[in-house]
């Protein structure tokens, strides 16, 4: 055999076992690469089944009426003597939309219905005065707590929490919604930890509502509470006492006579001189038979009825008593809705 061979065979050897080898590793990295990206797939798809958002909405508010709009804030206790839907605005308003943010942890869009409602990626959120604390929940019985400083309830779940804090103490049959409802639940993946954001919102919301100011009048029989006199104003926001005070005021100016016997009641209603001015937020559906300062009235032998907004089971003012009811109401109307 000649030198070449010879050689030829040393330089075959030499080579013969790196290559199987090479291709040995070459297959055990495409396995490898292929089980990474099995754990990959498998990861991704597992995290997408667990997500704990969803997109935010395209269109908010869901209704244009349901919009924020200016409004006064409260003091005192007169945060649980308001309007429902004047309520919610108050609380999608009573802190800055940083604040929220904080709370919930993430970009929070809000709106007012009967409630102030809120949606983040995670949460869905709502909070409303309601009549009293619940004695069950949807999320189970509530247990007593303290919040603030106030007598609270709250009940936890994996989908959310639901948290009350009384924060007067009121007569509820009188027309107050004295406790606040926070309720946070999830709405994507269960188990987040809702009870902890709740308590902080509800904090924040107190806070925000009831700086130092007056507290509600003392309510005597059939709901009457004592004369406080001031000047006649629009109405529309007002907590409840402040619009029967303020329905004095307009009575009494309208009929000239003076206030001195004026009988306001707590639940937004007056009586002067023979003649009752009695605002409901929510009402039977007026059924207009004319207009008075341009809105839709009902007027009958008894009382004149007049629809505040656009919607007829919505604001209305009632007159009823002696007298020509139907030009007074004329009289009295501009100065109460701010005209």
Same mark, same amino acid.
């Given at each position: 055999?000649?030198?070449?061979?010879?050689?030829?065979?040393?330089?075959?050897? %030499?080579?013969?076992?790196?290559?199987?080898?090479?291709?040995?590793?070459?297959?055990?990295?495409?396995?490898?690469?292929?089980?990474?990206?099995? /754990?990959?797939?498998?990861?991704?798809?597992?995290?997408?089944?667990?997500?704990?958002?969803?997109?935010?909405?395209?269109?908010?508010?869901?209704?244009?009426?349901?919009?924020?709009?200016?409004?006064?804030?409260?003091?005192?206790?007169?945060?649980?003597?308001?309007?429902?839907?004047?309520?919610?605005?108050?609380?999608?308003?009573?802190?800055?939309?940083?604040?929220?943010?904080?709370?919930?942890?993430?970009?929070?869009?809000? &709106?007012?219905?009967?409630?102030?409602?809120?949606?983040?990626?995670?949460?869905?959120?709502?909070?409303?005065?309601?009549? &009293?604390?619940? !004695?069950?929940?949807? %999320?189970?019985?509530?247990?007593?707590?303290?919040?603030?400083?106030?007598?609270?309830?709250?009940?936890?779940?994996? &989908?959310?929490?639901?948290?009350?804090?009384?924060?007067?103490?009121?007569?509820?049959?009188?027309?107050?919604?004295? /406790?606040?409802?926070?309720?946070?639940?999830?709405?994507?993946?269960?188990?987040?930890?809702? &009870?902890? !954001?709740?308590?902080?919102?509800?904090?924040?919301?107190?806070?925000?509502?009831?700086?130092?100011?007056?507290?509600?009048? !003392?309510?005597?029989?059939?709901?009457?509470?004592?004369?406080?006199?001031?000047?006649?104003?629009?109405?529309?926001?007002?907590?409840?006492?402040?619009?029967?005070?303020?329905?004095?005021?307009?009575?009494?100016?309208?009929?000239?006579?003076?206030?001195?016997?004026?009988?306001?009641?707590?639940?937004?209603?007056?009586?002067?001189?023979?003649?009752?001015?009695?605002?409901?937020?929510?009402?039977?559906?007026?059924?207009?038979?004319?207009?008075?300062?341009?809105?839709?009235?009902?007027?009958?032998?008894?009382?004149?009825?007049?629809?505040?907004?656009?919607?007829?089971?919505?604001?209305?003012?009632?007159?009823?008593?002696?007298?020509?009811?139907?030009?007074?109401?004329? !009289?009295?109307?501009?100065?109460? /809705?701010?005209?």
């Amino acid at each position: 055999m000649d030198s070449g061979s010879q050689e030829y065979r040393k330089i075959a050897r %030499r080579t013969d076992r790196p290559m199987w080898i090479w291709a040995g590793c070459a297959l055990t990295s495409v396995l490898l690469l292929f089980g990474v990206g099995t /754990v990959v797939m498998i990861s991704l798809v597992g995290d997408s089944e667990n997500t704990s958002e969803r997109p935010l909405p395209d269109v908010w508010p869901e209704k244009p009426e349901n919009a924020l709009r200016p409004v006064t804030m409260p003091t005192g206790e007169m945060m649980v003597a308001l309007p429902g839907s004047t309520a919610a605005q108050v609380l999608c308003q009573a802190i800055p939309e940083q604040r929220w943010e904080e709370i919930l942890g993430g970009r929070t869009l809000r &709106e007012a219905t009967t409630a102030c409602h809120a949606v983040t990626a995670e949460l869905d959120v709502s909070a409303q005065m309601i009549l &009293e604390l619940p !004695k069950d929940t949807t %999320r189970g019985m509530p247990t007593k707590t303290s919040v603030a400083g106030k007598l609270a309830s709250i009940a936890s779940d994996d &989908e959310g929490t639901a948290l009350s804090v009384e924060l007067a103490e009121v007569d509820p049959h009188h027309g107050a919604d004295p /406790v606040l409802r926070v309720s946070i639940r999830t709405r994507a993946a269960k188990g987040l930890k809702t &009870e902890e !954001k709740a308590r902080a919102l509800a904090e924040a919301l107190i806070a925000g509502t009831m700086p130092p100011g007056p507290a509600l009048p !003392k309510i005597g029989e059939d709901g009457v509470i004592p004369l406080q006199k001031i000047e006649p104003g629009p109405i529309k926001d007002q907590p409840l006492p402040v619009i029967s005070w303020l329905l004095c005021a307009e009575l009494g100016r309208a009929l000239g006579v003076p206030t001195d016997k004026a009988v306001p009641q707590f639940f937004a209603a007056c009586e002067v001189n023979g003649v009752t001015a009695d605002y409901s937020e929510l009402s039977s559906a007026v059924r207009p038979t004319t207009t008075i300062a341009g809105l839709p009235a009902q007027v009958d032998q008894k009382s004149v009825v007049i629809q505040l907004t656009d919607d007829a089971d919505g604001e209305t003012l009632k007159f009823k008593g002696t007298g020509e009811l139907q030009a007074l109401a004329e !009289k009295a109307i501009p100065t109460l /809705v701010g005209r």
